[in-house]
């Protein structure tokens, strides 16, 4: 049992071509350490933030050229922003869209739905609104922060996932404020903003996975925005195991059990093969 006792990854540099690279090496004693528990394990969910998709080109909320640094969530992420300035809101989301529409699942978001084939990995709860891992093809997605494609109506309950409706292309290019086909009035992103509860079904479903998760693998999130934070803890405190992968510590680190530090896409290529091969 190794629970309690952080494992760590050191990381090193070296120079090549006069130029500095950081070389942050995960250790194969500790990659096999997480393949081992994630293939014995009786119920692992992974949880995911921005940093999942940054290697699809997507930029993180916080840290080294992060999104909150350019932009003030403040006038473009909360319902008093969308009632003060809705074409900027618009404009930022449309823009955001575009992007997202772009980017194509990476190799993280690709091993992810893989382990969920091979019976590994029986969820993924995301704080990420991008579809990255519903076009990877992971199954049982719980979407905590809502989906960037999705609109809804600001008065009644209309929705529309605009991929699904194939009006996507075309709604990017308008330039006017969308409104709503059924009572015309306007339409929102259907993401949660700051302030605002995340959705119900979604945030309980969550909970409820993460009480009967023996681990938990936490991929890409500064692990400090609420209550989606809570979700790795409440494996913890239940007596799971949390193997987190990051390019940084997070608030999540302290309570790990093995931290891989790097880029998700590689260590998750590597580990999935790993598992692959001890359950063969
Ligand atoms: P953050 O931007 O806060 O954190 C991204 C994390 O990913 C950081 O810990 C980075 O170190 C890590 N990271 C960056 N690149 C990586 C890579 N290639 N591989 C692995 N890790 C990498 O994003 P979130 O934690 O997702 O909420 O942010 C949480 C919530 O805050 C978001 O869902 C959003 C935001 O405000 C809402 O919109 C409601
Ligand atoms: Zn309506």
């Not at 980017?103 to 590994?120: D, F, Q, S, Y």
């Not at 891992?133 to 809804?152: D, P, T």
Request: aromatic fraction near 8%; charge should be positive.
């Amino acid at each position: 049992m190794i629970a309690s006792k952080i494992i760590r990854v050191c990381a090193g540099t070296s120079k090549r071509l006069g130029r500095i690279f950081k070389v942050c090496r995960v250790d194969t004693i500790m990659m096999n350490k997480a393949a081992e528990l994630l293939a014995r394990s009786r119920f692992a969910v992974a949880f995911t933030g921005a940093g999942i998709s940054a290697e699809s080109g997507i930029p993180t909320f916080r840290g080294f050229n992060g999104l909150w640094k350019h932009y003030r969530p403040e006038e473009l992420a909360t319902p008093e922003a969308f009632r003060r300035n809705p074409e900027l809101v618009w404009e930022f989301y449309r823009w955001r869209m575009g992007l997202i529409g772009k980017a194509k699942p990476n190799r993280a978001h690709l091993a992810l739905a893989e382990l969920e084939k091979m019976g590994v990995i029986k969820a993924v709860i995301t704080q990420n609104v991008d579809d990255l891992h519903r076009e990877a093809g992971s199954r049982r997605l719980i979407e905590l922060h809502g989906n960037i494609f999705r609109v809804r109506c600001t008065s009644c309950a209309y929705r529309e996932n605009l991929k699904d409706s194939g009006r996507l292309e075309s709604f990017l290019r308008e330039e006017k404020l969308p409104s709503c086909p059924i009572c015309g009035s306007l339409l929102r992103p259907d993401v949660v903003w700051f302030g605002e509860p995340l959705p119900v079904n979604a945030l309980d479903e969550a909970f409820r996975l993460a009480e009967r998760s023996d681990l938990i693998l936490v991929i890409g999130t500064s692990g400090i925005v609420y209550p989606a934070a809570y979700i790795p803890r409440i494996v913890k405190d239940r007596g799971g195991m949390v193997i987190e992968i990051n390019t940084e510590e997070s608030g999540i680190t302290p309570i790990v059990d093995i931290f891989l530090m790097g880029k998700a896409g590689e260590i998750m290529n590597e580990l999935v093969k790993r598992i692959g091969e001890l359950m063969k």
